[in-house]
């Protein structure tokens, strides 16, 4: 399914919307470069889930833990290239215990689940405009 948000609030409620349709263990995984809004579609998608924490990317921590009403596990991939780095994260350990959310998937794609979301950002007509291209979720 495709959505278009033309604001970083609306990227927020695109992520809400996510949140509603999720049952716990899901493996989200984000596509597209600097600026497209992972961040902000994570922190509507934490929100709807209870999360008060402030949700920033996890640049230098490589994945932050918020706790809601699941647990979401929020990866930044941009500097993970190997096997190696992606086993030091934890990603193989947090499968199946709460809701993973991965920016720059690009990095990983071989390692993600068979069955995970996928979520594809990329620019639309103007400055503040992005697709969102979900695949692998039926959403309301
Ligand atoms: N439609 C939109 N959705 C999300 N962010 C937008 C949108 N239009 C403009 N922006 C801006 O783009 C930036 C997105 O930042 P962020 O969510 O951190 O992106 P990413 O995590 O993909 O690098 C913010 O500065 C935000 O204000
Ligand atoms: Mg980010």
Redo the contacts with the bound molecule.
Sequence with gaps: MKLISDSAAETEQIGKRVARALKGTEVIALFGG?GMG??AF?RGLAAELGVTDGVQ?P?FALVNTYNGRFTVYHF?MYRVTTWEDLYSTGFFDYLDTGILVI?WSENIEGALPEDHISITISKGEHDNQRIFEIEGLDIQ
């Design positions: 600097l992972k961040t994570t990317s640049t930044d920016e």
